[in-house]
């Protein structure tokens, strides 16, 4: 299998278009978190749908780093996944995703219903833990929600679009899953992957670089 992006390079900067946050004349803020575009090829005979991941490993496992003025997070600092984008069930005679097709700015609360494939379903991201314990934004955060890396992170962060295809049409998830819960559903039923990966920092020194 194969997959490409009309919307970034592979190992290249995604633009903030496909972000959740961006720099503002005042900080930081909300981006237009579109969807990229996604595309693949040479899914194998046997194949019944494709699940969808987009993960980031970089994040860091020290929360209370976070964001502040005072400190700069180190690369060399441990890291967790974070995900941005969990969808099963895309039909097997899909192999495009329109970049903006599914997401199209920052949805308060989370997105209730996010637009995708027909049949396709759509999970929570990690955005609904982050933003869990406040009141302007705790939700059910499903579909995709693009990057907002740490601005005093010194790592660039990677964004894993991963692809599956699958020998079964749908995969046996309660409604409110997680990317945990559909890579232990998955597992005996993936018949091939492809990935490409895309950069992003809020990082002056990290952007620069």
């Not at 097997?92 to 329109?98: H, K, P, Y």
């Not at 929570?124 to 406040?134: I, K, S, V």
């Not at 990057?147 to 990677?158: E, M, T």
């Amino acid at each position: 299998m194969q997959i490409h992006s009309d919307s970034f390079e592979h190992r290249a900067r995604l633009s903030a278009d496909f972000a959740a946050g961006q720099p503002t004349a005042d900080g930081y803020g909300f981006a237009a978190n579109r969807n990229p575009h996604l595309a693949w090829s040479g899914a194998p005979q046997g194949t019944r749908s494709f699940a969808l991941l987009c993960l980031d490993p970089d994040v860091p496992t020290v929360g209370e780093m976070v964001g502040r003025d005072d400190v700069q997070i180190p690369v060399e600092q441990p890291r967790t996944d974070f995900c941005h984008w969990v969808m099963v069930d895309i039909p097997a005679d899909v192999s495009e995703i329109a970049a903006g097709s599914c997401s199209d700015g920052v949805v308060a609360h989370g997105k209730a219903d996010p637009a995708g494939p027909r049949g396709a379903r759509q999970g929570l991201n990690d955005y609904t833990g982050w933003f869990a314990g406040n009141a302007d934004m705790a939700g059910d955060w499903r579909g995709y929600d693009g990057p907002f890396p740490p601005p005093n992170d010194l790592r660039l962060h990677r964004y894993f679009f991963r692809v599956f295809a699958l020998d079964v049409e749908r995969l046996p998830l309660p409604e409110r899953f997680t990317a945990a819960d559909v890579q232990r559903a998955m597992h005996a039923h993936v018949l091939a992957e492809a990935s490409i990966y895309g950069t992003y920092s809020l990082n002056p020194a990290v952007a620069s670089a």
